[in-house]
């Protein structure tokens, strides 16, 4: 078990939390299925930083400092179907910092300050996808192309009042939807056919707006 780390007995549940860790500890265990790294000092993520550790189903990361997270960083994590990036202080995620991720189910970046969305075309397994509490603008006409398992949404604390401005339908790939939250977003207008293809959509939430 790594130094300042607890480990379950048979390794498959390592917790590294309120350490004052700046980096991913050495020496994690290959069987390790729940990674949690919350509540350190660590501040990126470089390319292949846990790609020995490829039983990995979750990883925690909450509440670091983390300002960028290079390409490839999760290279290696195909089983990986949770990922929590809540409270750090991420602004702009490259292109391919999430490559790999083919089996992600859920992915949580609440509370950072990003500007600008990443890329998540190759996610088709992903259905709970967070952005709440923001700094988000705009997104991408084809944003949601590659996500379209997505059955809850949740976007609120944003400036999300130009959503739509690059394309009036850009939720309604998303035929899974069950939930999405755009409160305190300052949303303006919403076009006609917003919600139009979004035909399993139960809940709303747009308050304060």
Known sequence: CPNKCKCSANFA?????????????????????QLYLGYNLITRLPENSFSTLVNLTEISLKNNELVEIQAGAFSGL????????????????????????????????????LIQVPNLSAMSSLTRLSFANNKLKLLPEKFFAGTTSLTEL??????????????PSILNVLRN????????????????????????????MMSSN
């Open 154 to 167: 949740r976007m609120s604390k944003n400036n999300m009042q130009s959503i739509w401005d690059n394309s």
């Open 78 to 113: 195909a089983r990986l179907k949770y990922l929590y990036l809540t409270q750090n202080s991420l602004k702009l995620i490259g292109d391919r910092a999430f490559d790999g991720l083919v089996s992600l189910q859920q992915l949580h970046l609440q509370q950072n300050q």
């Open 13 to 33: 549940t390592i917790s590294c939390q309120h350490q004052q860790l700046s980096q991913i500890p050495d020496g994690i265990p290959i069987q390790a299925h």
């Open 177 to 204: 939807l069950q939930h999405i939250d755009l409160d305190h977003s300052q949303i303006k207008v919403i076009p006609s056919q917003a919600f139009k293809g979004v035909i399993a959509l139960k809940t709303i």
